[in-house]
């Protein structure tokens, strides 16, 4: 099972929104409602942002958004704010009791 | 509130057993209806799920791991425990135990996290 697939940066500036793609395959994305993202600072512990694609967790800001089109997901965030600079993971269930992440973004607020 | 903390040594000769315990306060492993995972992150690089246990200790793991990875649990003591066999540098990495909130790898709750190095 390969990790899914991430662009390795993206950027936008203060107020701006910025979108991260998620890349799987027919027997994980594409096959289940099962997507999550994760944001995680340096040097600090994965926080869940998103579940289920599109859920948010409680105490989630709602400028953090997820969605889904065949084998790729997305993470949107709008209105860039300084503390959204981090890495972003996706993950998804794949079957059989078995789940990938994808290799990770990093955010940049210019 | 949940909390998860790992536990175990930092430094593993290469060849010999890792083992590491996470223990769970504010909630009831026994009494839930979730499954706990871990997952590593070797430094500078992505996250890996490792696998998954029940409290009935009903596991899963992750197919290209699996063979070398055991993760039980232990109900009175409120923990769940993973080892591993045989490590190599390549298992140098800050490992996580989670609680999985939907059964389908949402992690919500994380652990601290414990880095691991092999040498």
């Known amino acids: 099972q390969s990790a899914l697939t991430q662009p390795p940066s993206a950027s936008g500036s203060p107020g701006q929104s910025v979108t991260i793609s998620c890349t799987g395959t027919?027997?994980?994305?594409?096959?289940?409602?099962?997507v999550s993202w994760y944001q995680q600072h340096p040097g600090k512990v994965p926080k869940l942002m998103i579940y289920?694609?599109?859920k948010r967790p409680s105490g989630v800001p709602d400028r953090f958004s997820g969605s889904k089109s065949g084998n790729t997901a997305s993470l949107t965030v709008s209105g860039l704010q300084a503390e959204d600079e981090a890495d972003y993971y996706c993950?998804?269930?794949?079957?059989?009791?078995?789940?990938?992440f994808g290799t990770g973004t990093k955010v940049t607020v210019l | 509130q949940l909390h998860l903390q790992e536990s175990g040594p930092g430094l593993v000769k290469p060849s010999e057993t890792l083992s590491l315990t996470c223990t769970v306060s504010?909630?009831?492993?026994?009494?839930?209806?979730?499954?706990w995972g871990w997952i590593r992150q070797p430094p500078g690089k992505g996250l890996e799920w490792i696998g998954s246990?029940?409290?009935?200790?009903?596991?899963y793991y992750s197919p290209s791991l699996k063979s070398r990875f055991t993760i039980s649990v232990d109900t009175s003591k409120n923990q769940f425990s993973l080892e591993l066999n045989s490590v190599t540098a390549a298992d140098t990495a800050f490992y996580y135990c989670?609680?999985?909130?939907?059964?389908?790898?949402?992690?919500?709750?994380w652990g601290q996290g414990t880095l691991v190095i092999v040498s």
């Open positions: 989670a609680r999985d909130a939907d059964s389908s790898g949402s992690f919500d709750f």
């Open positions: 504010g909630g009831s492993i026994k009494r839930s209806t979730y499954y």
């Open positions: 246990i029940f409290n009935s200790g009903s596991t």
């Open positions: 027919s027997s994980d994305i594409d096959n289940f409602n099962y």
């Open positions: 289920e694609v599109t």
């Open positions: 993950s998804s269930y794949a079957g059989r009791n078995n789940y990938v």
